[in-house]
């Protein structure tokens, strides 16, 4: 079946540095992934929309400077988290629609910022 | 706005016990309905779901109707055991057959006891 993966699964980083998460369709092109954030104990957030070849769209309340989305080809979305801080720490999660209203989830990302 | 609103947990209950987790969605159009659960440690995974009003969803035991008049996706099971305990979410999609987001319910917590 479809598989979304990212890459790292966990990262750990001081305040202030930028970190970078690699969201992958395995054996499907996707021309949408969507980023979500999702908190402890808590549902998933919808961050954003990304789009193969064009910018991406932010929900509201999302700073799109400092959440950089680049959806350079169709199997391959990143995510980066620029300056972050401790409050930026939290579970990161891609997907990507494997056809029709197929939502295939990545296993997620842990950020903890120091 | 398009939301979901699931019955709050934690929910504990014993093995063998019948499950029931309401959820109620509230839609400007004919959305595509979802249960996802995500297992401790584990990513988010299809469940099952629904695409039009009085489909029956149905996996592991588990099913949940599409009700259009009451604008619910309850989701049950007969008889659930120890490996059912998970976070489950309601989900629904606004847009049946294309890319687009995906809207979660807040989530409940299920435990169940030996």
């Known amino acids: 079946g479809a598989v979304v993966s990212q890459h790292p699964s966990w990262v750990i980083c001081k305040s202030g540095t930028s970190v970078k998460i690699e969201c992958r369709s395995l054996?499907?092109?996707?021309?949408?992934m969507f980023w979500y954030r999702q908190f402890p104990k808590q549902s998933l957030m919808l961050m954003a929309t990304s789009n193969e070849g064009s910018k991406a769209t932010y929900e509201q309340g999302v700073e799109k400077d400092k959440f950089l989305i680049n959806h350079a080809s169709l199997t391959l979305s990143t995510l980066t988290v620029t300056s972050a801080h401790p409050e930026d720490s939290s579970f990161y999660i891609c997907?990507?629609?494997?056809?029709?209203?197929?939502?295939?989830f990545g296993p997620g990302t842990r950020l903890t910022v120091l | 706005g398009d939301s979901v609103t699931q019955m709050e947990g934690p929910v504990t209950l014993s093995e063998e016990a019948f499950l029931t987790i309401n959820c109620t969605y509230t839609a400007t159009g004919y959305p595509s309905l979802f249960w996802y659960v995500q297992y401790p440690g584990e990513g988010l995974q299809l469940l099952l779901k629904?695409?039009?009003?009085?489909d029956k969803g149905s996996n592991k035991g588990f099913e949940a109707t599409y009700r259009k008049e009451t604008t619910s996706f309850h989701l049950e099971k007969g008889s659930v055991q120890v490996s059912d305990s998970a976070v489950y979410f309601c989900a629904l999609s606004d847009l049946n057959g294309s890319a687009s987001k995906i809207i979660f319910g807040s989530g409940t917590r299920l435990s169940i006891r030996p």
């Open positions: 629904a695409t039009k009003a009085d």
């Open positions: 054996d499907f092109q996707a021309t949408t």
């Open positions: 997907s990507a629609v494997a056809g029709g209203p197929l939502m295939v």
